[in-house]
């Protein structure tokens, strides 16, 4: 078990440009979640997968903002035409739907600046 | 609803005194209670957790947590800092089987040595 990974690590972009990042969830995990955190604050939630079925994605920050996770494996995040303000670390989570607690692991994060 | 308060943004203490961080929550239902740490530019890892098994709960490093149901608060403590015991704590509740968590907004612990 090599725990949640995400890729890139960071990620500099100029605005106006599209950037994927890449979330890879603990093998035997079903539930894969995205988040976004600015400095100083905690976890915003954004999305929410459980296999490849999206149950939650009214939290998107927007239409630019869209998530997949098409066999159920690894997501993948977009942001199209980035804007400064798109600037943040964003989050990967996993967690087994076996477990009633919801105990959520999470990735490394990917560090996105828009210039 | 639910909600998380974290009372306090920055907490400073010497190495080797305790650390106190505080946590009070808001739930209509019984809540499963988290507290994650976050180093600098990690991520996040988390300590421990309270499911109603035991109200004082130990976790990784040293620390522990106590559930008080009449005070609705799940502080975290640790008997003796350490430097490496520097960075954010995030406090975090959620219904049991949903998925979303509900997060405080993080104490900055500083260690002074």
């Known amino acids: 078990d090599t725990g949640v990974s995400q890729d890139p690590r960071h990620k500099i972009t100029k605005r106006g440009q599209n950037v994927t990042f890449r979330c890879d969830p603990i093998s035997e995990h079903n539930r894969l979640y995205w988040y976004r955190q600015t400095l100083g604050q905690g976890p915003e939630f954004l999305t929410y997968?459980?296999?490849?079925?999206?149950?939650?994605k009214s939290r998107l920050l927007s239409d630019r903002f869209s998530a997949e996770r098409p066999k159920g494996s690894f997501s993948t995040l977009e942001i199209q035409r980035t804007e400064q303000g798109d600037s943040a670390m964003y989050l990967c989570a996993s967690s087994s739907g076996d477990s009633s607690y919801n105990e959520q692991f999470f990735g490394p994060g990917t560090r996105l600046t828009v210039l | 609803a639910q909600s998380v308060t974290q009372l306090d943004s920055h907490v400073s203490v010497s190495e080797g005194t305790p650390v106190l961080l505080r946590c009070n929550y808001s739930s209509s239902y019984s809540p499963s209670l988290f507290w994650y740490v976050q180093h600098p530019n990690k991520g996040l890892q988390l300590l421990l957790k309270?499911?109603?098994?035991a109200t004082l709960v130990k976790g990784i490093n040293g620390f522990e947590a106590e559930f008080k149901k009449s005070e609705t608060s799940f502080h975290l403590t640790k008997p003796s800092a350490h430097m490496s015991d520097a960075a954010e704590y995030f406090c975090?509740?959620?219904?049991?089987?949903?998925?979303?968590?509900?997060w405080g907004a993080g104490t900055k612990l500083i260690i002074k040595p």
């Open positions: 975090v509740v959620t219904l049991r089987s949903n998925y979303q968590l509900i």
């Open positions: 997968f459980q296999n490849e079925a999206q149950l939650e």
């Open positions: 309270y499911t109603s098994a």
